[in-house]
Each structure stands twice: as structure tokens, then as C-alpha cells.
């Protein structure tokens, strides 16, 4: 080959030494771009060692740790994987990007509280307000997110919110015609074959309609339910108290106070038994089958978490931990934009549409505290409240909410606690349920 000339080989070296200008530039901006990204995200620690070892030196001794209120609830809610075991929900593959679509609306938007009328965000922002956490979706996007006492990255406990996390896996297994609403739980379960469970279908254990007396009560030490959580390590235990839920539950005698359907009595115990035909059926323990069925599919930003603090045994009935966005991931299944974290329809249209339409109507709806309106069409399949508008409400004690809209493409989910005893808690539910509705009125 002919050797290249000299004006040859200095247009080559412009050339070269141009070429590699432009990749330093570009490597420069974006060493910067990705430095001024980082600086925009600043790690900030959820609890230094010294209030960590201060926090878990205040919990009660002779009494369950959620039995305490103001900022020590707080604490305990979003760092209970700090003192209590706790079993992996796993996640799997790319994350689903979220959309950010701010929408000014909705934290201007005007709204009646306990302490008068102002916008959202003022409420959300005074000392009355016990909202740690708020994420909104429309249409799949992030359209208000909001921070208070927690990090976005913090996994705070969902309590009750984990019963719809059961009651979704029973629709999956039924659209699988892996069971049937209609047959009685003895059939999927031996061990309850003696028991007063033995002929309640799933359907009315759905519907926290058994019949049997063992209500909910998270303070009377001797009632059906808190024997119930101090054997799966909700209530308070001793080196006495019953080790094993399943043997508790198959050998628990309850009265019957109605036939079962006709009445609402919400009972932890009845979501207890779904997680335990879940397990039977799918022959894995219930945190493993919502890996499998649900976190694996919403392309979740992190791992959850159940409470798990006797023997490894969830909370079934309410032991979910989560980072927000994950939870309201989750929510995204119920809607239209199910796409942006799954291509596939992971919760049918057939279960929303029995939820919104259930013909069970009872006379009493709504977890104990739950404060219903009477706009409330019905509760079902563990949801405390089906609204007249579309709303799908499921809360959790001290403070946290689950609300979708599947015709309105809604999700909205919050965490929170408790300043004192309960009933002095500031109801979130209508005040986000009024900005809802003006922000996305009805069609």
C-alpha cells in the first residue's frame, strides 16, 4: 500500500485529536449530569444508632410493642424489622418506571379537616396530621407523592392492608379454578375438618361473614381473637402462650352467633385461614406465594417484607412491610395501567368486577376503625369499603390506607400512626376521599 502523505497524515490527527475532544466533552457533561443527579438524591438515614438503641430500650416489657402512640408509634412502625423477625417477599427483573406527572391540583386542592378548611398539603404539613407517607397515581403516572417522619425508601408495616393482599391470591387461585368460592374451607384444609370453620365457604371467609364469634379485639387479653394473635405473635406472648397458629385455629372452639352470610363480624382469623388454603393449595408458605403471584410482577423497586416474629409464621392478617411506591405498584393490578408494571392481567376484570357488584350487602360494614360514610355501597372480599363512586378502601390500624379506583385509574396508598389511643386519630379517608373527588370528579 502506498504510504499516506504528510497533509494526509495531519488532516488523520485533526482528525483523531477532534474525535477525542468530542468524547471528553460528552464524557465531562456526563460525569456532571450524572454528579448533579446524585446531589439530587440525598441519602438521609432513618435512624442513627444511638436513637435506635434508644427506641428499642423504650419498648414495653409487659405489654406488645404497638401498644404505645406519637413518635414512638412512628419509630416502631417504620423499624419493627429492627427487633422482630420479619420473612422475604422477594422482587425480580427491571423496576416499572413510574411516570412523574406532578399534578398542582392535589396538594392545593381545598379540603375540610378536624381543624378547618385548607388545602391538602397544609393539613398533611401540621402537627394533627399523623400521614408519614402518600403516593398518588393516575393513569399508571405519579401525579403526587408526599413525605413526613419517612423516607421514600422506608418499609413501614401496612397492618390490616395485607388482608386484600390475601384475598387477591384467593382470585387468583379461583381463576385458575384452583378452588371455589362456594366450598367449604374444611374441604381444602384437614386439619379443620372438626373445626366450627369446617362448613364456612370461602366466600363468606371472604366476606367476614362466618357467623362465629371471635370479632376482632386488640386489648381484651382473654377474647377469641387476641388468643388467636399472641399464638401467630400479635399480641402479647409469654413462655406460655400457644407456639403454633394452625394447631391454635384447628382446635379453637367459638360459638356461633349467625348463619353465616348474613352478618359482618371482621375477624383477622378469617384471613388467617385463606392464607392457609393458600399454602395448602399452592404448596409454598403465604410470603413465598405473593412473591410468586404479585411482587415478582409489579416490577417492584424492593424487596417487601412480612412481620413474622413467632416461628417464622407471618402475620397474615396484617404483617405486610413496604416501600410506598411498591405498595401502590401493587394497586396499579386493580386498573387500567396494570400495563405499566405487568403486560399481563394479573388480577382479572372478573374479581374487581365481584368486588364493586357483590350482592352481599350486611348490615354492619367496615373495619371497627374504619369511620364509613353513607355513601358506602358495601364491604367485600376483605375491602372495608366498595364507594359509591368506584372507591375501593381497605385501612389499617393506627393510620395507614389501600384506595383504588379502577374505573377513575386511581391509586392512592399512605402510611401513618396513632398521636394517642385511637380514637383521637384524625380520619385521612375523608379528607383524601374529598380531594379525590375534586380533582377527578365523576364522568
Request: hydrophobic share 40%; with cysteine; glycine share 6%.
Amino acid at each position: 500500500m502506498p504510504k499516506p502523505h504528510r497533509a494526509q497524515k495531519l488532516k488523520i490527527s485533526i482528525n483523531s485529536l477532534f474525535i477525542f475532544l468530542i468524547c471528553a466533552v460528552l464524557a465531562l457533561f456526563s460525569a456532571s449530569s450524572h454528579s448533579s443527579n446524585q446531589d439530587k438524591v440525598q441519602f438521609v438515614s432513618g435512624s442513627s444508632v444511638e436513637r435506635t438503641k434508644t427506641q428499642i430500650g423504650k419498648l414495653p416489657k409487659d405489654d406488645i410493642w404497638w401498644n404505645v402512640y406519637g413518635e414512638d408509634q412512628a419509630w416502631n412502625f417504620k423499624n419493627v424489622f429492627r427487633f422482630h423477625p420479619t420473612v422475604l417477599i422477594h422482587r425480580d427483573g427491571p423496576v416499572s418506571e413510574l411516570v412523574n406527572r406532578k399534578m398542582p391540583a392535589i396538594p392545593l386542592s381545598k379540603v375540610e379537616t378536624p381543624i378547618g378548611r385548607m388545602s391538602l398539603e397544609q393539613f398533611l404539613d401540621d402537627d394533627q396530621s399523623l400521614t408519614m407517607s402518600l403516593v398518588i397515581l393516575h393513569s399508571g403516572d405519579i401525579v403526587y407523592e408526599y413525605y413526613k417522619n419517612q423516607e421514600p425508601y422506608e418499609k413501614a408495616i401496612y397492618w390490616s392492608v395485607t388482608k386484600i393482599i390475601v384475598s387477591t391470591l384467593i382470585g387468583i387461585l379461583e381463576d385458575r379454578n384452583l378452588l371455589n368460592l362456594k366450598t367449604p374451607v374444611g374441604f381444602y384444609i384437614e386439619e379443620l375438618k372438626d373445626s366450627p370453620y369446617a362448613n364456612v365457604s370461602i366466600e363468606n371467609l371472604m366476606n367476614m361473614a362466618d357467623g362465629l364469634d371471635c370479632g376482632d379485639d386488640y386489648f381484651d387479653k382473654n377474647s377469641c381473637y387476641y388468643r388467636y394473635s399472641v399464638a401467630i405473635g400479635d399480641g402479647y406472648w409469654t413462655d406460655s402462650s400457644p407456639t403454633d397458629p394452625y394447631d391454635f385455629v384447628s382446635k379453637l372452639k367459638v360459638e356461633r352467633i349467625a348463619k353465616q352470610g348474613k352478618s359482618y363480624q371482621y375477624s383477622g382469623v378469617n384471613t388467617f385461614i385463606l392464607g392457609w388454603v393458600v399454602e395448602q393449595i399452592l404448596d409454598m408458605p403465604l410470603q413465598d406465594a405473593i412473591t410468586k403471584e404479585i411482587w415478582m410482577k409489579i416490577g417492584a423497586e424492593s424487596d417487601g417484607l412480612m412481620l413474622a416474629p413467632r416461628f417464622g409464621v407471618p402475620i397474615m392478617h396484617g404483617g405486610l412491610i413496604a416501600r410506598p411506591r411498591d405498595a401502590a405498584r401493587v394497586g396499579l393490578l386493580f386498573t387500567p395501567s396494570y400495563k405499566k408494571v405487568n403486560e399481563k392481567r394479573v388480577i382479572s376484570d372478573r374479581f374487581i368486577s365481584n368486588i364493586k357488584n357483590s350482592k352481599l350487602h350486611l348490615s354492619q360494614t367496615g373495619a371497627p376503625y374504619i369511620q364509613v360514610s353513607e355513601k358506602q355501597s358495601h364491604s367485600a372480599y376483605h375491602w372495608d369499603s366498595i364507594f359509591a363512586n368506584g372507591d375501593f378502601f381497605k385501612g389499617g390500624w393506627a393510620g395507614q390506607g389501600f384506595l383504588v379506583n379502577p374505573e377513575k385509574d386511581i391509586v392512592a396508598v399512605y402510611t401513618g400512626y396513632a398521636k394517642d389511643p385511637i380514637e383521637s386519630q384524625p380520619n385521612f379517608l375523608p379528607i383524601l376521599r374529598e380531594m379525590l373527588n375534586k380533582v377527578f370528579p365523576d364522568s
